[in-house]
């Protein structure tokens, strides 16, 4: 990490180091509010205590600064500002604690000169003129206020009620660990030991990583690297106040920026927004790898109108491809094949064909949507959930046919399921993976794959007849149970019972009253006149004398078959 061209330095430093030589630190104005909350106050007052108990040096894991231009003293908080922020707030509670001493009559010339010295290191300097205090740490555009103001000039609140959500959550921590020093040190009132808990565990014995960088694609780069302690800043804070940062000057366009950004993130997640951003990329342009987002970004947003565009693009999209992730979403509502076939895909985990499903839904009309959707679906069937086949080659064929959809090289549903031929794992390959996949029934979303493969099996040789695989009462049948009692010892040896119990050929469907009652772990001889009554036609055609591995592979082969015809695609 050190050697990066990336960063101007690395190393670990403590908290003294980085308040130390007349510092500023300032949170990105368009930056995450303030969120920590009494789990992670408590977190870190347990590892304090740790340290100031046992006199041992505690890791707060990594800061990312940027320097701000070319000032060796001024820096903008990358990464860490709820760390940054909390730290300064227990100095405020310490130094409030022995004013409050010097208050009551108690040493009142040296704790007032230690308030002097501890405000000096860790707050600001205090104003001859107006006697307020400067401060050392500048927090973003929300919360900036209320520290400024109230907190580091000791003022409370005039009505707790009417602050933000995140001014509550700056005030709470504050009242938090006043509460905390005054039961750890009411006791010992001449303020010389809560001094040392401040000047020696919290500012010497707190040891950071401190990483700065040059700017903020660097920043981005670096931060995709890092796994940051508690609720710092994400990904999405970073691309946020990049977009932001460029129309600050104007303020009606940030107004509209800041609504359309709330708007997105609501429809996203925040979480989830960097990688809608890169599937939007794909979408339209060359395939935008993860690490190379930002830079992406950088490259096409580079004015003011330009941000207003790109989030007009991003809130039309935000909510198809929200929809894509959920079968039930309002999108559906009205066409029960398409909300069958995004709950398939959802099932499957696949999400590398979304830039080229976005194009799609897009520009062609929504018949030839459906179809480009159903042919996914199954595509992505036998690639990824039978085949388990490498999904590098996948993403960049979606993200060249994307395009080719999203600039109108390509119109019609069989022209681009022409272009996917190269990830279409054709029936002689697809039947081999089938014959040999195995599914653990014991694993929740193994399990729900496979009723979803049994229950399109079942239609399959039941001409058309669906039950629906989420709703419908049947339950996984385990032909060879998985209890290998004295009925299955003699055909099957502990070994064969552990490779074929999952098996596919092993499994079909049963009515619940059936399976729990009547066939269980039965001998087969009489689990298969059980099966005869079942109304599931995959079930009712197991009709052999014995069950043995031989019978198992059989009929695989044969679910394999049926398989081919159920998840095919026309025109390959």
Request: hydrophobic share 40%.
């Amino acid at each position: 990490m050190a050697a990066s061209t990336n960063l101007l330095d690395t190393k670990t430093v403590s908290l003294n180091d980085i308040l130390g030589n007349g510092k500023i630190y300032r949170v990105p104005l368009f930056q995450r509010d303030y969120s920590w909350d009494e789990d992670n106050w408590e977190d870190l007052w347990n590892d304090l205590l740790y340290a100031y108990r046992h006199n041992e040096p505690h890791y707060m894991g990594s800061i990312v600064l940027q320097s701000i231009g070319d000032s060796e003293r001024q820096f903008q908080i990358i990464d860490g500002q709820q760390r940054f922020s909390t730290l300064s707030i227990l100095a405020l509670a310490v130094i409030s604690f022995i004013r409050e001493l010097a208050e009551k009559g108690l040493e009142p010339e040296a704790n007032l000169e230690r308030v002097d010295i501890l405000t000096r290191q860790f707050i600001g300097q205090k104003d001859p003129a107006s006697l307020t205090y400067s401060s050392k740490l500048f927090l973003n555009e929300n919360n900036d206020g209320f520290y400024q103001s109230r907190l580091i000039q000791f003022r409370p609140p005039v009505a707790v009620s009417k602050l933000s959500d995140s001014e509550k959550l700056l005030w709470n921590a504050y009242r938090f660990f006043s509460a905390r020093l005054r039961e750890m040190f009411t006791n010992k009132p001449d303020g010389t030991e809560v001094t040392q808990f401040l000047t020696h565990s919290v500012e010497d014995n707190l040891r950071f990583i401190q990483i700065t960088v040059k700017d903020e694609l660097n920043a981005y780069t670096v931060f995709e690297t890092l796994n940051s302690r508690g609720v710092d800043l994400t990904a999405t804070d970073l691309l946020k106040n990049f977009l932001f940062s460029l129309v600050s000057k104007s303020p009606s366009d940030l107004a509209v920026v800041k609504t359309q950004w709330k708007k997105i993130v609501d429809a996203i997640g925040l979480k989830k927004f960097p990688i809608f951003l890169r599937h939007y990329l794909n979408s339209r342009r060359e395939l935008v790898q993860k690490e190379y987002l930002f830079k992406s970004v950088k490259q096409i947003v580079k004015k003011d109108s330009d941000v207003l565009d790109l989030l007009d693009h991003l809130e039309s999209q935000a909510y198809i491809y929200n929809a894509l992730s959920s079968p039930h979403d309002d999108y559906w509502k009205t066409d029960k094949e398409l909300e069958e076939l995004v709950n398939a895909l959802t099932l499957f985990g696949v999400t590398l064909c979304y830039p080229l499903l976005m194009a799609s839904f897009e520009k062609l009309p929504l018949p030839e949507f459906r179809k480009v959707l159903r042919a996914i679906v199954h595509l992505s069937f036998r690639y990824n959930v039978i085949g388990k086949l490498q999904t590098n080659r996948m993403e960049e064929v979606y993200n060249r046919v994307a395009i080719q959809v999203f600039n109108g090289s390509l119109r019609t549903t069989n022209e681009v399921i022409l272009e996917l031929k190269d990830i279409y794992l054709a029936d002689d390959e697809f039947r081999k993976y089938f014959e040999l996949r195995a599914f653990n029934t014991n694993n929740n979303q193994q399990r729900k794959v496979v009723r979803y493969i049994l229950y399109e099996l079942n239609a399959q040789l039941h001409d058309g007849a669906r039950f629906d695989f989420e709703t419908d009462e049947g339950t996984i049948e385990h032909i060879l149970p998985e209890s290998r009692n004295e009925n299955w010892q003699a055909d099957f040896t502990e070994e064969q019972h552990l490779k074929y119990l999952y098996m596919l050929g092993n499994l079909t469907l049963l009515e619940p009253t059936k399976n729990n009652k009547e066939a269980a772990d039965k001998a087969f001889i009489e689990k298969v006149q059980v099966y005869a009554n079942s109304k599931y036609a995959i079930t009712k055609q197991i009709q052999s004398t014995t069950w043995t591995p031989k019978m198992i592979e059989h009929r695989q082969m044969g679910l394999a078959k049926t398989a081919c015809g159920v998840w095919k695609v026309e025109k390959i």
